[in-house]
């Protein structure tokens, strides 16, 4: 088992930035590789960002890329999500997630992840 706590979240004016944070516990952090996925009212999950367990591979969703950074650090066992030049759109509840890195090579599909955290919000007022 793993558990998974977000923080960082709040309100911040379009153009603003924020930096997410999840700190997992449980079983060996470097196991997992690690997402970020987003949830905005009405809508669907979206994905994000994702990290190898080793953070040479990174991730990103069309809609974030040279805007949003993954990375991690497996030694405070804690992944962020490095949000710059944020946009209305961006308003969300933002989700981290783990999945094995034995299951699967390092995946965008949330289906794929076996732990979640709560969620944080996130609201980029315009």
């Known amino acids: 088992q793993v558990q998974l706590v977000e923080s960082g979240g709040g309100l911040v004016q379009a153009g603003g930035s924020l930096r997410l944070s999840c700190a997992a516990s449980?079983?060996?952090?470097?196991?997992?590789?690690m997402g970020w996925f987003r949830q905005a009212p009405g809508k669907e999950r979206e994905f994000v960002a994702a990290?190898?367990?080793?953070?040479?591979?990174?991730l990103y969703g069309d809609s974030v890329k040279g805007r949003f950074t993954i990375s991690r650090d497996n030694a405070k066992n804690t992944v962020y999500l490095q949000m710059i030049s944020l946009k209305p759109e961006d308003t969300a509840v933002y989700y981290c997630?783990?999945?094995?890195?034995?299951?699967?090579?390092?995946?965008?599909?949330?289906?794929?992840?076996?732990?979640w955290g709560q969620g944080t919000q996130v609201t980029v007022s315009s």
């Open positions: 997630a783990a999945h094995s890195r034995v299951s699967f090579q390092l995946s965008i599909a949330g289906k794929n992840y076996e732990y």
């Open positions: 449980g079983r060996t952090f470097s196991y997992y590789h």
């Open positions: 990290i190898s367990w080793n953070s040479g591979r990174t």
